[in-house]
């Protein structure tokens, strides 16, 4: 805990640099040592930079800048992440070890899932069936819309692009869903009564 305090957590005392989506470019080693000259020098002095190859020795299109301070890298990341080179939009982060981007990535997703999870069991994203084959998912946007607000709205259709007599609305709040079931459920719309769940 001392340790962390006096040298910052890792995540926010880096040095060393991950550059990616130069690969477009079709760099050679020469033009990205001149790339890394002119681009990254003037935040710092670089104690080493590497282009990852494949077994071919073609650019894999990302490499790794190391900083000699912590310092020069985050100015880097900050002024160069998204600037382009040769229409290419490069990506400029802190460099992760590939276990710590994957647990980032595996807290991202988990947390949208939540999210999401949450939304549909608040009791805002109905199910509607017995559909008439004419209605689309403007249609159904449409006859749900006078209940509030639609965050979303599907119809399922088939791999040849049929429907399949029923689809999803998603309304953003759980008291306009309840509303739209009890006003909507058995309502005829086109020429079936809807049945909504």
Not at 94 to 113: D, I, P
Not at 139 to 168: P, Q
Request: proline share 2%; with cysteine.
């Amino acid at each position: 805990k001392e340790r962390m305090e006096t040298l910052g957590h890792p995540a926010t005392r880096f040095t060393n640099i991950y550059v990616k989506n130069f690969g477009d470019a079709n760099l050679s080693d020469e033009e990205f040592q001149q790339l890394i000259s002119q681009l990254f020098e003037p935040y710092g002095k670089i104690v080493s930079c590497v282009i990852m190859k494949d077994d071919g020795g073609k650019s894999r299109g990302f490499g790794f800048v190391s900083y000699e301070t912590h310092e020069a890298a985050k100015k880097a990341v900050d002024a160069l992440n998204g600037s382009e080179v040769k229409t290419c939009k490069l990506y400029v982060a802190r460099a992760q070890k590939k276990n710590e981007r994957q647990a980032e990535l595996r807290e991202k997703y988990e947390k949208l899932k939540m999210e999401r999870l949450n939304r549909y069991q608040q009791g805002v994203n109905l199910y509607v069936k017995n559909l008439d084959d004419v209605i689309d998912d403007a249609r159904l946007h449409e006859e749900f819309s006078v209940y509030g607000n639609i965050t979303s709205a599907k119809i399922m259709v088939d791999e040849k692009g049929n429907t399949k007599g029923f689809g999803f609305v998603c309304f953003s709040s759980p008291d306009e869903a309840t509303k739209a079931v009890t006003e909507m459920n058995g309502r005829i719309i086109v020429s079936k009564p809807c049945s909504s769940l």
